[in-house]
């Protein structure tokens, strides 16, 4: 069964603070994928990334980062130097293999304030 | 491109009520899924598509019918709407990839329609 945890359900930063989101997963695959989105507060899910099982490797766009540990079953999100534009609910989500549909965490909202 | 848009984008149904919530992508996506969004539970999903003529279902399929006569459009149906049924709905579609493995492709969502079911 797949399922994907997401402990944080809101997290309050002022501006220009770092924020951690955490993601925790759980797949009896070998191969999977990870993804995260962001939903403003307009509504619509936007993706972010896509991360698969066999790369480790950190990630860098901008003011995010995202941390995949395999060994702790984590997929974690660091937003650097937050902005108020940042405020958002953002989902973690686990696509199996062999399998069209997505598992979604419960999501984390984020508030920046100013 | 429009890409994923979603009709309408509000309802209010009496319980009993029927009604069917349209979804159309012009991005030429195989695939394509209808989610239900409810506070601290994600998104879950109740049908999907990966094409024309054929549907398949989720997590919560539960009261729900769908349809794909066309590939670009995924119509979900309420026969007889339920309280329990009042949920933000979600469409998305993404593209497929030689082995089919379409977990693998970012989806890309609709506005999303807010249902109330009184």
């Known amino acids: 069964a797949q399922k994907v945890t997401q402990a944080q359900t809101e997290i309050s930063v002022v501006e220009k603070e770092d924020v951690t989101l955490d993601c925790v997963y759980e797949?009896?695959?070998?191969?999977?994928?990870l993804f995260w989105y962001k939903q403003p507060p307009s509504g619509e899910l936007v993706f972010l990334i896509r991360?698969?099982?066999?790369?480790?490797q950190n990630e860098i766009s901008g003011r995010y980062s995202w941390n995949f540990q395999k060994s702790t079953s984590s997929f974690n999100f660091t937003i650097t130097a937050s902005q108020v534009v940042d405020s958002a609910v953002y989902f973690c989500?686990?696509?199996?293999?062999?399998?069209?549909?997505?598992?979604f965490g419960a999501g984390t909202t984020v508030t920046v304030r100013a | 491109n429009a890409g994923v848009t979603q009709t309408p984008k509000f309802r209010v149904l009496k319980t009993g009520q029927s009604m069917t919530l349209l979804c159309a992508q012009d991005?030429?996506?195989?695939?394509m899924y209808w989610y239900r969004q409810d506070p601290g539970m994600g998104l879950r999903l109740i049908h999907y598509?990966?094409?024309?003529?054929?549907?398949a279902k989720g997590e919560v399929p539960d009261g729900y019918n769908v349809s794909r006569l066309k590939k670009q459009n995924f119509l979900l149906g309420l026969e007889s709407a339920a309280p329990s049924q009042t949920s933000v709905y979600f469409c998305?579609?993404?593209?497929?990839?030689?082995?089919?493995?379409?977990?693998?492709?970012?989806?890309?969502f609709g506005p999303g329609t807010r249902l109330t079911v009184l």
């Open positions: 998305a579609s993404s593209y497929s990839t030689s082995g089919g493995h379409s977990s693998y492709n970012e989806q890309f």
């Open positions: 797949t009896r695959d070998t191969t999977y994928y």
């Open positions: 991360r698969n099982s066999f790369d480790e």
């Open positions: 989500a686990l696509g199996p293999p062999n399998d069209y549909k997505l598992s």
């Open positions: 991005m030429n996506h195989e695939y």
């Open positions: 598509s990966v094409g024309e003529g054929t549907t």
